[in-house]
């Protein structure tokens, strides 16, 4: 599961958690998906750090959210491996969360 630093969607997330700003139905429609993956952050951290974390955490919720379906765990038993990582626009990198 690759995320990538400055995501817009989940920037548009963090707007609609901490602002409650709704946006367009396309975006919100994603947006309702990213916000249960956006639990712990902190509201005292900069903008940049915010966006930081919440990318971090979605790729962690999105993980998670497929390992609990069939297919996620049948992919699991017959011993794929799932890993979160974040791709790093800056540098190229690829960094994996493990
Ligand atoms: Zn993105």
Known sequence: MLGHEGCGVVKAALEHKLARREHLSRIQNLVDCIVPGLAEIDCQLSEQEQLTT??????????????????????????????????ERTSGHVRFLV
């Open 54 to 87: 919440a990318v971090r955490a979605n790729v962690c919720w999105s993980v998670h959210q497929i390992l609990e379906t069939t297919e996620g765990q049948n992919a699991i038993k017959a011993r794929a491996r799932l890993v979160g990582a974040i791709y």
